[in-house]
C-alpha cells in the first residue's frame, strides 16, 4: 500500500511485535522458572504418598496449608496454564461428553476433565495430582462451592469449608461488620483443629506469624511493583505483565525465595522506568483493564492493543489474589490478618465498590480509557459489566468492552475483536488529538 | 368497598391467580394495600428469605420473581450480557423501569454470582432505595454458623426498622412465626396431595396456590389456603395411567406454566422445585425461648439440600436416591433454566447418582419468556412412551 | 397390507407408503412452508398417486415429527424418537444407537437388543439447528448443498470450527474467510462443527454399535464421515435414512396391524 | 492537495455483500453497486471494483484513492488504506443526515450502536455480544423458511395485527420459535413482526449503551426493511432517518474518509442537490 495516511502510522506491526530487552526482562524468566519448580515439587510429593490439597486463589488457604506441610494444587493456576499452553479444548470436549453444559464455566470443566476419573493427570505441564483434601473458601466466586462439590462427588476428597461472606453493605462503602470477621475467624481455627488431627503436626502461631512475615514483605513489593503502572511513561504493563507476575503470589507465598522474586521484581521495574524500557516501543495510549484476560490467544491477543503502542497500566483482574491497593498483611494478629485478607479479594467487593476502583484507577493512574473484557465462562466477573459501562460514559471516559472467554478456545474469534479494538482507538486518537 | 374486603369475598382460586399474574410486573394489588393499610412493601428475590422478621415490623414481604417474558428487555440488554439467566435480566429491567418504585426494601441473598451483582447494579441505577443483601452463611455444621446469622438478621432488622418506624418486638416476632408456620405447614399440605394425588390438582392451579403465598398477606392468604386445600380434597376425577415424574432445576428462575401444562399431558410432576424458597425450612420451632434464634436455627439445621445453600453434611446423591424411592417416581426430568450455572453443576451430580441406578432421566432447558414447548411436550412423550409402552 | 407413514417436519414433510411392512413403495418430500397440515395432506396424495393406490387401500397412518398432532387423517402418533429407532433398524436390523439430527434439537437414542428406546437425549438448546447452520454457510459462500458435500469430502486437512453453537460457528466462519483458508477445508470444518456438536448426547446414552444416523443430515456424506472421525466407529448412513421417520411410522402402523390380528384369532 | 475534480473509491467488505461507492472529491456520489462477499473477499472485491468503474464510466487512472472497510478490508490489498466500519458509519450518517448524533448499523453479522459528533467523528460505540449475532442472516433465513423473498418479508410485516412474542436474542432459538408458531398456525404477519420487535428491543438496548442522542440514523442492509424500521422507529418513540443509500453507510464512509485524507476537508456533507425531497425538508 503506498500513501501511508498519517493516521495509520498510530498502527505499527513493529509495535505488534515488540519484546522487551532481555536484560529488562528476567523476571519473567525467573517466575517461569519458578513456577515449574512448583510443579516438580507437587508431583514429586504426590508421588512420595504425601496428602494433597486443592486450594482457591481467591482467598488462598496457603500460609495455614505451609503450617502443615501440605502441597496445595490451584486448578484455576494449572487450568489457565494448560489453556496458554494451548490444551484447553481436548478438556472441554471431554467434560461436555460426562455431561457438562456449555453454559458451565471453563475453568471447572478443565479443572474436572483434567484428572482422574475423566481424564489421568497429565497435563502439558506435567504430571497434577488429584486432591485429598479441598479447601474452599467461598470468596467472591460462588461457583467455588459448586467446583469443590464436583471434586468431592467425583473424587471423594474431603472439604474443608472457609465461607467468607461479601462486602455487601451498600450505605457504607469498605464495612465489615464484625461478625463477619469473627465468624471467618472462628472458622480458621476449626479448620487448624482439623488439620491438627490429619497431619499430627501441633499448631503453632509463632511458625504462622513467621511465614506471615515472609508474606508481608512479597505483598508490599508486589504492590509497589504494581503501582509503578501510576509513572507516565510506565514501565511494566499493568494487565498482561503483572498478569505473569502475579503467579508467585497465588502459588508459592509465604517463603523467602518469593519474598526476594518480588524485591527483584521492583528492582528490575526501577531500571527498566531509568532506562525509558516499557512494554512498547513508545507509550501512545494508557488503559485500565476489568476483567479476566483470554488465555488461550493470550500472546495474539495482547497485540492487538501493542499495534497501537497501548499499554495497560492497572487492572482488577491481579486483585483476584487479594486487592492489593487496600489491604495489608499485619502478621503481628495471624488469624486476624489471614481473615480480612480473605475478605478483601476483587470479586467479594461488591458492584459499587467495584467501580469505584476503577475509577480510582483512571484518575492515579492517568489513563485514556478503561477496556472491559466480559468472559462468558465467569458471571462472577462479567454479569453487570454493561453496567460499569454506563457508569463511565457518563463521566465521559471512554470505555471499550469486548468479549470472548478465558479458557475455552472456542469463544475467541480475531477478526471481531481486532475491528472492535481497531475502532476504539481510532476514536480515542481524536479525542486526544493524534489525528 | 375496600381492597381486603374484596379479597375476603373472592373466590380462593380466583384471588390466587390474579395476585400472580398482577405480580408479573405491576404489583398493582400490593400497591393499594400499602395505600389503603399504610404498611411498608418489601421486596425479596428470589428463593429464600426470613418473612416473618419483615412481617413482625410491619412489612409485607413479597417475593419477586422476574417478569416471566411479559416485558421487553431493553435496559437490561444494555445493562447486562445476554449469556446471563432471564429472571436476573427482567428483574433489572422491573426496577430500571420504576415498576419496583414502591417498594421500601429490596432485599437478595447470595444465591449465585449473577443474583449478587444484579442487587449491586439495581442499587447503582435507584441509589435512594435501600438494597438489603444478605450473606446467608454456607458452613452450617459449625456453631459459628449460627452467632454469625443471628448477627446478620441482626444487621437486617437494623436497617428495616427507620423504615418501619418501630422495633423489633420479640412477642410480635413469636405471633409472625406462628402465622407463617400455619401458611408453610398448609403449602405442605398442599404439596403432599400433589404427590399422593396429582390427579385432584392441575399444575396451574397448584402453581397460583403456592405463588400468591408469598404474594397476599399471610393473615389473608391462611384463610384462603385453607378452604382451598378443603375443596381440593374433595374433588372427585379420574386417575391417568401416566408416569410419576419428580422435576429438579426450576427453584428460581419461573417456567412458563404453558410449558408445565405441555408436559403434564405426558406425566403427573409429582414434586418440583418452583417456589421452593417457603416452603424448603419446613417449621420454625415456636418453643425454642428465642424466637429470633429459633429463625436462624430452621435455616442452619434444615438438612434438606436446595441447590442455592450448600450445606457440608448433605449427600445430594443419597437424598435423590431417597427421593425416587420414596415419591414412586419413574422418570426424572432436569428442568434447567437457560445459563443457570448452580443447576448444571447439581445436574451432573445427581445424574451420577440415577446411573447408578438405572433410573430414566432428561435434561431440558427453558426460559422465562419461552413461548414454544412443543420440544418439551415431544421430549416428555418419549419418557413416557418408553416407560408405559416398555 | 398397505401402511402410511407421514414425517410433519420443521421444514419438511416426509410421506413414505409401506408394503406388508417390508417392501417401500415410495418416500416423498416437500416443504412444509407455513401451513403444516395442507402440505401433509399433498404429501400423502401425491405418494398415494406415485405408489399407484388409492385412500382407501391403506389400512393405517401413523404421523410423526413436529406437527404430528395436526395430521387429522392418522390413525395414531408417534413421536420422532419412537419413528427413528423403528426406521433405523428397517434399514440396519443391528442398530443399537440411533442419532437423529433435526432442523431443531438432535436427538440421540440407545435401543435394547428388540429395538426397544431403553434411553434418550435431546441436545442442549446451543448445540441445535445443524442443518440451518449448513444450509446458511452454503448460501452465503454462493453454492448449494450438494458443492458443499463436494468440496467437504475433498478436504485435507479440515479447519477447527467452534462446536458451541451455531452462531458462533458462523462468526468463526466469517472469521476464517478473512483469512484465505482453502474453501473446502472451511466447508469440511463446517461439517465436523455440527458433528462435535452431538458428539456429547451420543456418548451420554452410551456408543453402542452399531450407530444409524438418520433424517436429512445424510444427504451430504461428507457429515457421517464427520461423525465417524470423532465417534471413532462406523456410522450407517444412506440416501434412504433420510426418511427413516416417515418409514419408521409406516411400519409401527404395520406392528400394531399385526398385534390386531393376533389378539383377533 | 487534490483539486476538486479526481474519484474516490469505498468498498464495504461484509460478513455478507460487498458494497461500494464512487464518489467525487466534492463529495457527490457518482455511483454504487453491491454483490455477494461469498468465500473469497479479494475476488469478490475486485469483482465489484470494476463493476463500479464501468458503472460511473470511468477508468482504473481516474481513481485518486481506494479506501476498503468491513471485515474483510485487511484482504483488499488493492486499497490505500482501512478504517473500521465503525467509523465509516459514522461519517456516512453525518454526510447523509447531518443532524444525526446517534447511528444505528445492522449488518448480516454485527449490530452496531454509534454515537458521533458534529462532525461525524466516533464518540462512542457499542455491538452485540456473542449470544446476539447473526441478525441480518436470521431475517434472511427467517424469510427463506417462511417461503418469502426479502421484499416480502420487508412489506408483509407491516400489516401484522397481534404480533407474535419472539424474545430469544439467539437466532437459533428464534428460528426454532419461529417454525413453532408456524406449525402452530399463527399468521405470517405476525410472526415476522414479532421477530423484528425482537430484534429491535435488542438494538434500542444497545443504543442505550451509547446515550440515544437525536437524530437517530439506521444503516446497514437491515435498513431497508420497512418491517424493521416500523419496529426499531415504534421501539424507540423516535423517528429514524433511513434512504436508499444508508444501505452502503460502511462504502460511502470508507469514500469520504479517503476525500478527508486527499482533501484535509474537516467535515463533507451531501451536496443539497443530490437530496431526495425527502431528506431536504429534514437537512
Redesign the interface.
Known sequence: MSATAKGRALMSEEAAQYRVPKEYNQAVVLQSQLVRKYFEDVAAAAAKGKKIAYGLVEANPIEILRLFDIPVVYPEVFSLQISYKGGALPLMLAAENEGYSTDCCSYVKSGVAAIPPIGTGQTPLGYVPKPDIAVLTYSGCQIYIHWWEQYHYWTGAKIFTIDIPYVRDYERDHYVPRHDVRYVADQLMNVISQLEQLTGIRYSEEKLREILTYTADAWDHWRMALEMGKRVPTPLDGYFEAIYYMSLITLTRGDKTTADYYRFLVDELQRRAEAGIGPTPEEQFRLVFEGVPNYPYYKDWWSLFKRWNARGVAGTYPKVAGVVDYFRFNPDKPIETIAEYMIHAYCNWNMLMRADLLKYYVDAYKADGVVIHSIKSCRSFSMGQGDFKEYFVGMNIPTLMIESDHVDPRYYSEAQMRNRIDAFFESLALRKGLK | MTLLEDAASREPLELFREVTEDSYVDFSWQRRWKEETGGRLLGYFPVYFPEPIAHSLGFLPVNILGASGYIELEKATAHTQSFVCSISRSTFELAATGHLDHFDALAFTNICDVARNLSGIIKRNKPDKTVVYLHMPINNAVAPAKDYLYAEYGRLIEKLEPISGRKLDMEALRRSIALYNEKWELQHRMEQLRIERPWLLPYDEYYYALRAGQLLPVELYVEKMRSFLSEVEKRDRKQQDKIRVLVLGDFCEQPALPLMRAMEDAAYLVYDEAIIGPRWIGRVNEAEEDPLMALVKAYTDNLRPLTTRYHPLIDKQQHIAELVKDLRIDAVLFLVPKFCEPALYDFVIRKLALDRMHVPYVKLEYEESESTFENARMTLETLAESIIFG | MITAGIDVGARYVKAAILEDGKRVLVTLVDRSGYDPLGAARKAFESALSEAGLSRSDVSYVVSTGFGRHRVDFRDANATDITAAAAGARFFYPNTRTVVDVGAGNTRTSKLDENGKVVQFRVTDKCAAGGGGFLERIAYYGGIDLSQLEELALKSQKPVMISTVCSVLAETEVINLVTKNIPMEDIMMGAVMSVAGRVVAPIKQVGLTPEVTLVGGMNMNAAFPLALERFLKVHVNSSRDLVFANAVGAAYLGYRRLQKRAVIAQ | MMGEEGYVIGVDSG??YTKGVVMQLDGRIVATDIT???????ESANRLYHALLEKAGLSESDIA?VVGTG??R??I?F???Q?????AHGLAAHYLFPRTHTVLDMG???TKAIRINDKG???????N??????TG?FIE?AAR???LDLRQASEIALNARRP??????????A???V???????ER?EDILYGAY?GIA??S???L????VEPEVTFQGGVSLNKGMVKAVEE?LHMKVNTSPLTMYGGAIGAALYGIK?LTGKEEIVMPTADRAPREVESA
Open positions: 460478513s455478507t455477494m462477499t461469498g468465500i473469497r473477499i479479494l484513492y471485515y474483510g485487511y484482504q490489498t486499497g490505500h488504506v478504517v473500521t466500519e465503525i467509523s448480516g453479522q454485527d467523528e466516533v464518540i462512542d460505540f457499542a455491538m455480544d456473542k449470544c446476539a449475532a447473526g442472516r433465513a423458511a417462511l417461503g407474535v412474542k419472539i424474545t430469544s436474542t439467539c437466532t437459533v432459538f428460528e426454532t420459535e417454525l413453532e408458531h408456524l406449525a402452530a398456525g405470517l420487535l428491543t435488542r434500542v438496548g444497545l442505550r449503551r451509547v446515550g421501539t485524507r
